[in-house]
């Protein structure tokens, strides 16, 4: 595991923007090292770790793209031009010459006959008899792929640090890799913080509740290329808190925590990783979410997030997504945002970014969740988005577009 020195970051402030955050990221963490050969059929999430070159053009060869009838371009009259028919080409069956002065039957995928450059498709076709009726006019070339128009041979199709999802396995299958070179996985454990809490299936105490956030942020890296080990819970106790992060550190390239990065006396996580001198910041301009630490134990990043699961949620996104990515060498991957008329009024402080949850109706127009704790979980199941307010913002009214980050591409 490459390990960062404590003062990598070297920030002096107290209160970081969320552009200033990533761009700390962005220049300060180096990507792990470690690669691993990756079977394709096994490779989705993962990074590629070199450059994709196709070794075959895509398509391979010049074929038809529709069903149709394939003849020369230079065959075509002034008038209409009867072409008659010379055989049949399936996908599948090897090329062969295109007698002069015919058309040929071809089916989507077929190879082009030798000879051929166009295709009629076969619903505009007029036959007569055993030949093709043609109109003058017909464009050369039309309703054919050549060889290589996706991809040509020699050129990269797939960049280092691609994240493999459904498209980039379905490219790299055509090219017919069944093998891919690729990053391995980012180790990430996640703790929960606080005496109140306890785990789902586990009797709750007189004065607990269920531990929801562990829950979440596992499932929100199950999105990104990582290994998640569950670390559970850790009690109030700021020895105790040092020592599970001093321990996760050694075999971890990431910790996450969430809760006890505040003020209050039982805030025990930006404590410890005080302790260790690597403190980087613990406040993020940013609503809800304000209180967040990252710093590093061990030569290991340690991301303290918020307790309430709507911030913790919130800090998750400009804070872990950014900084797993980083670690994992992926291409940097901005959130998914798109602009929607806002349909309410809000005012806000200038100087902090804010995250509304939305519904967006039809229109489209986001209206504003009725209800805006940061604790409340069912206003993340209840509404469609965050609203994404800009720090510069101090009044919004409706009408105003607003970006905003759909919770279908982040969840």
Request: proline content about 9%; overall charge negative.
């Amino acid at each position: 595991m490459a390990q960062l020195s404590d003062d990598c970051f070297a920030f002096g402030g107290q209160l970081l923007s969320v552009d200033a955050a990533a761009a700390l990221i962005a220049e300060r963490i180096p990507p792990i090292e470690g690669l691993e050969r990756v079977a394709l059929a096994q490779a989705h999430g993962r990074v590629l770790a070199g450059g994709l070159v196709a070794r075959t053009p895509l398509p391979p060869f010049f074929n038809s793209a529709v069903d149709g009838y394939a003849f020369a371009h230079a065959s075509l009259g002034a008038e209409a031009t009867r072409l008659p028919l010379a055989g049949r080409l399936a996908a599948g069956d090897a090329a062969r010459p295109l007698p002069p002065g015919t058309a040929m039957r071809v089916l989507t995928g077929a190879p082009m006959p030798e000879g051929a450059d166009t295709v009629m498709m076969q619903e505009d076709a007029v036959l007569e008899g055993d030949a093709l009726l043609l109109p003058p006019g017909l464009k050369r070339g039309a309703n054919c792929r050549p060889a290589g128009e996706d991809v040509p041979q020699g050129a990269e199709a797939l960049p280092a640090g691609a994240l493999l999802t459904a498209p980039e396995i379905g490219l790299a299958a055509a090219l017919g890799f069944a093998v891919l070179d690729c990053r391995r996985p980012v180790r990430v454990g996640v703790f929960s913080t606080g005496n109140e809490l306890a785990s789902p299936g586990q009797p709750l105490g007189p004065a607990q509740t269920y531990d929801s956030n562990r829950f979440t942020l596992m499932a929100m890296l199950a999105r990104l290329p990582v290994v998640v080990t569950d670390l559970g819970i850790l009690p109030d106790r700021e020895d105790a808190t040092r020592a599970a992060l001093a321990a996760a550190a050694c075999d971890h390239d990431v910790l996450i925590t969430s809760g006890g990065v505040s003020a209050g006396e039982e805030d025990h996580v930006r404590a410890a990783i005080e302790s260790f001198g690597s403190l980087v910041f613990w406040r993020l301009a940013v609503k809800p979410g304000r209180p967040a630490a990252l710093g590093v134990v061990g030569g290991t990043p340690v991301l303290g997030l918020p307790g309430n699961p709507v911030a913790a949620v919130v800090c998750f996104l400009h804070l872990a997504r950014p900084l797993i990515l980083r670690l994992a060498g992926a291409i940097e991957q901005p959130l998914p945002r798109f602009p929607v008329p806002a349909g309410f009024h809000h005012r806000k402080k200038a100087g902090r970014r804010e995250y509304l949850r939305v519904r967006i109706e039809p229109g489209p127009v986001a209206q504003r969740f009725e209800r805006e704790g940061a604790g409340l979980l069912t206003s993340l199941t209840q509404s469609h988005a965050f609203c994404e307010l800009p720090e510069e913002m101090t009044q919004l009214e409706p009408g105003t577009l607003v970006q905003v980050l759909p919770f279908a591409a982040i969840f």
